[in-house]
């Protein structure tokens, strides 16, 4: 009787637990490029794509839409606004065309036909101060990014037409003031127009966003910091974001674990270091005390104490390559990879250095698939490629961003596939036919064409012995 007491006890606090972190968070994510009546925009759907599937991974629901029509945003805004009543997070991100009048920002929808201030302040475009307040007003936090700091496409036709009276028509946004529990990022400075970025990519304020604002354990203000960094570099010093905040706690869109596995082995130093305060140098540390183990005790405490982490998809593999014993087919990830490798950040810009045209983005996708991390070879960059290459830099412990530098794509083409990559995906599927059709007449069987990811298998066998280890260690206590 005693233990069904402690076991009903044990998931009334794992069921307490669970509806804790269960917060409801809710975004609306638009991009407007396809302007009938002024210059049209290549980025801003690109960008909201890429935004709403950043979001999607860390628990948003996401209202969604590209190249909207005045009506259409109506409606996407209404829904948005049902959604995020008493939510716990509402997340507000627009990209493109935005205007300033008087002072106060205007969103601008693909239909939009401004010929003057009337026009303006009477519904062809859409105020964004009460639009913030009519849908994220009664949200506990509110986070507003606004990638709209661009050129006023009507200016000259307002200013025209408003000859008999002073208007005031700026470039770019005006400044805002953000309310209690929300924070307001601009892609640039008040009254500065930011940068759209290369045609069929994300802009610089984007990109920036989406490797930031989403890592594990790191706090929203902290990563916008990494966020004008970024931006202040890759656009070498041409455009800095700005924002204004009245949080009054702190906000993590991927919260990291705060608590330590109470029965985690020791580490190979004999030290447990504390999995609190999600600090990624914190578990850089712990990464680094268990990866040469030869125990998979170990290598499970890592797990239970970052079940997320960045190393997970390492851990996994030395988990199943522990469980399977020595192999032939082995190879060393680290060897002869310059140090530098595991701190120099990556980004558009490095990327750029490399000078990577479409047969050897080809090689890199062929490559990545040949070690298990399975993506199309096109040629092109997509924004599968990115996250495939975000989880290879993962794995080997790179610095994450979905981009390439000079020293990353030095390590990626030394690595030793299973077969050596051939000159198109054209030339295999002949040679694959023939094996198939005639085999008799190669000299050896030819290898099955099945790629395997050991994180897989080993994820799944390693579930059970977790969960079993901390509740079997609760019952000890």
């Not at 804790?20 to 925009?41: E, H, P």
């Not at 693909?110 to 009477?122: G, P, Q, T, Y």
């Not at 519904?123 to 050129?151: H, P, S, W, Y």
């Amino acid at each position: 009787m005693r233990y069904l007491t402690l076991l009903a006890s044990l998931m009334c606090m794992a069921l307490s637990v669970s509806a804790a972190k269960a917060d409801r968070r809710v975004a609306f994510v638009v991009g407007n490029g396809s302007y009938k009546n002024v210059a049209q925009l290549p980025n801003p759907p690109i960008d909201a794509k890429a935004m709403a599937s950043t979001l999607r991974n860390v628990g948003f629901e996401v209202i969604e839409g590209s190249n909207l029509s005045r009506d259409q945003m109506t409606e996407k805004l209404l829904d948005f606004g049902r959604k995020a009543q008493g939510s716990d997070i509402a997340l507000f991100y627009y990209a493109g065309h935005g205007i300033a009048v008087g002072g106060t920002n205007y969103l601008l929808p693909v239909d939009a036909d401004i010929k003057s201030e009337m026009d303006v302040k009477l519904g062809a475009a859409i105020n964004i101060d009460l639009t913030l307040e009519q849908t994220m007003g009664d949200a506990k936090v509110k986070l507003v990014f606004l990638d709209a700091c661009r050129d006023n496409p009507f200016a000259a036709k307002i200013k025209s037409n408003s000859a008999t009276r002073s208007v005031n028509v700026q470039s770019g946004l005006a400044e805002m003031k953000s309310g209690e529990g929300t924070l307001i990022a601009f892609a640039t400075g008040p009254g500065q127009t930011a940068l759209d970025g290369q045609e069929g990519n994300n802009s610089p304020f984007t990109r920036a966003l989406i490797d930031n604002i989403t890592k594990p354990g790191v706090e929203i203000q902290q990563a916008m910091t990494s966020v004008r960094a970024q931006v202040n570099e890759e656009t070498r010093k041409g455009q800095l974001p700005w924002g204004h905040t009245n949080l009054t706690g702190s906000v993590y869109l991927n919260q990291a674990p705060t608590t330590q596995v109470a029965n985690a082995a020791p580490t190979a130093s004999g030290m447990l270091p504390a999995a609190t305060g999600g600090s990624d140098g914190v578990e850089l540390e712990y990464w680094r005390s268990v990866k040469e183990s030869n125990k998979p005790e170990e290598l499970n405490a890592y797990l239970s104490a970052y079940p997320n982490g960045q190393f997970k998809a390492l851990a996994l593999a030395r988990l199943a390559a522990i469980k399977s014993g020595p192999s032939t087919a082995t190879r060393t990830l680290n060897a002869g990879v310059d140090p530098a490798t595991f701190t120099d950040e990556s980004s558009q810009v490095t990327e750029d250095q490399i000078g990577l045209d479409k047969t050897k983005r080809r090689d890199v996708q062929r490559r990545l698939t040949a070690l298990g991390f399975d993506t199309k070879q096109t040629g092109a960059f997509d924004e599968e490629t990115r996250s495939v290459l975000k989880r290879w830099q993962t794995a080997r412990g790179y610095p994450s961003s979905g981009y390439l530098n000079k020293l990353q794509h030095k390590a990626l083409l030394s690595e030793i596939v299973a077969a050596p990559a051939t000159a198109s995906d054209t030339s295999q599927k002949p040679a694959r036919r023939a094996a198939s059709s005639a085999p008799a007449q190669n000299s050896a069987p030819a290898p099955a064409p099945h790629r395997s990811n050991p994180g897989d298998a080993a994820g799944a066998a390693f579930v059970g012995g977790v969960v079993g280890g901390m509740m079997g260690g609760m019952f000890r206590r």
